[in-house]
């Protein structure tokens, strides 16, 4: 089997993603770890090495690279009962995934990064002028999550999916980004169930 690398920021829930997923299902996996503040996934090595649009993760498998953080859970989870088997939830767990990336990730993620990392007295005026939408959409995917939530214990099926994993990194710190758990109830249960699930390790 090939040895798993995992080109990282420990702060980054992308990358947290694929250490939660290979932790629950107990592969071991290797960290190199990149500070993206001062530019490490940019210089002309990592560029030429690691990931050419230089970003992390990158999952390393073998002398392989995968970049992108889902199709890295994909690639560790595929065979385990992290993907359905049947065909509707299995899609269903894609449209979760495609979510977090297009409506939840972009919004509080972002706020996140502007505000815990960068500081907003040192945001752009083009950043400054996105926190009130980003906020909005922020606000709108954990609505979305909570409501679907309400009476359900996981995204898809009856057990913990790639839907869940993908979600969780960065809701379980939103609040850094200036949102209110406490205003979705079904999200904070959610949450405490992945949280207690064996294997689980924290974010660092």
């Known amino acids: 089997m090939d040895d798993l690398i995992l080109h990282e920021d420990p702060r980054s829930g992308n990358c947290f993603k694929i250490r939660l997923t290979a932790a629950l299902l ?35 498998i073998g002398n392989r690279f995968l ?17 359905p088997a049947e065909a ?4 269903d767990m894609l449209r979760w995934m495609f979510f977090e990336q297009y409506n939840h990730e972009p919004n ?8 815990m990392f960068v500081g907003e007295s040192n945001l752009s005026t083009f950043q400054r002028d996105q926190i009130m939408a980003k906020r909005a959409g922020g606000e709108a ?5 909570d409501e679907h939530l309400s009476a359900r214990d996981w995204f898809v099926g009856d057990s913990v999916t790639l839907a869940d994993l993908s979600l969780y990194p960065y809701t ?19 949450l405490n169930r992945v949280s207690g699930l064996p294997r689980y390790v924290s974010m660092d």
């Not at 509707?88 to 899609?91: L, N, Q, T, V, W």
């Not at 995917?141 to 999550?145: K, Y």
Request: charged content about 20%; proline content about 5%.
């Open 88 to 91: 509707f939830d299995r899609a």
């Open 26 to 60: 107990g592969k071991r996996i290797q960290r190199v770890q990149y500070d993206i503040m001062n530019g490490e996934t940019r210089t002309s090595e990592f560029l030429q090495n690691v990931n050419a649009n230089g970003r992390i993760p990158v999952l390393q």
């Open 108 to 115: 509080i993620a972002t706020l996140r990064f502007w505000l």
């Open 172 to 190: 379980h710190v939103c609040e850094a980004g200036g949102f209110r758990l406490y205003d979705y109830p079904a999200v904070c249960r959610w």
């Open 67 to 83: 970049p992108e953080s889902n199709a890295a859970c994909w690639y560790l989870a595929e065979g385990s009962p992290l993907i």
């Open 141 to 145: 995917a954990l609505a979305v999550m």
